[in-house]
């Protein structure tokens, strides 16, 4: 007796099935036990918290109640509940003292990374993004790794930016302003220097690892092509990288250049951003949005042109080496200087 198999072509539409309701519930049900897990912490740290609270009768155990309760968890449950971890949830609802206020959607794992966002602003942020977009937390981790709330904020040209202050980065505008960073971090394209490097093995690299590229770019975009021809009359002229933003519900073309920005570079940004709003914009769509990705960018050449104040028209200094936080919040603090002194 022979068993079927997947090309018995009167087996295969029910076989396709079974698997998409196995793999279905195999999912929900590990999320089922992530939900549980989140829950299970948070309710953990609320009674350790309302124990330590309880009054000076309890006061007594002090630093030797979480050492003592690790002991005693571990030695009936296994691993999970040493002192570390029983900290991270006492912090957890400190945190989040309010369940409701909890995204469930996120792991226990995802949970710790967050715990070292000190901002709640940023935290709060960083949160809700990984939830809406999916973030695994090695997408999390570098994201907090790289400060990329703190990019966004300083690329929005808004004057005086506070840490502290409650800043909403969600497109409600519609503004390209909010989508764009500056700088942009590609040390997952896993190159030691921009020295060698010529413009066509920098977009090589990019498509090579666009999904790296698409989560340090943001939310909404989708790649279109590379390469791709735009005429004129007389003339041909190629973009090097095309994406669409399905929140700006607009196209966004990339100039990429590995030297300092110039005049010239601004000016061609300039024609292909006019010329892509002729020749490829729907009647749907929002003006097109140039970026030119350089690896320098002087200040003064950016103030006296026309990406001074343009909400179309960006460049942005790309970073192929991943630098230290201290590096990049000195960095962030400079843009932020130029930003200010720009609006004065």
Known sequence: MTRPTLQDSSLSPLLSTLSELIRQARHKALRAVDTLQVQTCWNMGRHIIEYEQAGAARAAYGKQLLPTLAKALTAE????????????????????????????????THYRTLLRVDNPQARQWYMDE???????????????????????????????????????????????????????????????????????GLEQALIDHLQGFLLELGKGFAFVARQQRISTESKDFYVDLVFYNYLLKCFVIFDLKRGELTHQDIGQMDMYVRLYDVLKRGPEDSPTVGIILCAQKDASVVRYSVLHGNEQLFASKYTLVLPTEDELRAELDREQALVEARIR
């Not at 989040?96 to 226990?108: D, G, H, K, Y």
């Not at 503004?175 to 220097?193: A, C, I, N, Q, Y």
């Open 77 to 108: 449950f296994g691993k999970g509940f040493d002192e570390r971890n029983l900290r991270h949830m006492r912090s957890f609802y400190q945190t989040f003292p309010i369940w409701n206020a909890v995204r469930t959607e996120l792991s226990w």
């Open 130 to 200: 990984c939830a809406t977009l999916n973030w695994s937390t090695r997408a999390l981790e570098r994201q907090i790794g790289t400060l990329y709330y703190e990019r966004l904020l300083v690329s929005q040209d808004r004057p005086a930016i506070k840490q502290e202050a409650s800043v909403n980065l969600e497109p409600l505008n519609r503004s390209p302003r909010e989508f764009v960073r500056d700088p942009v971090l590609l040390e997952f394209l896993g190159m030691p220097t921009v020295a060698g490097l010529f413009e066509t």
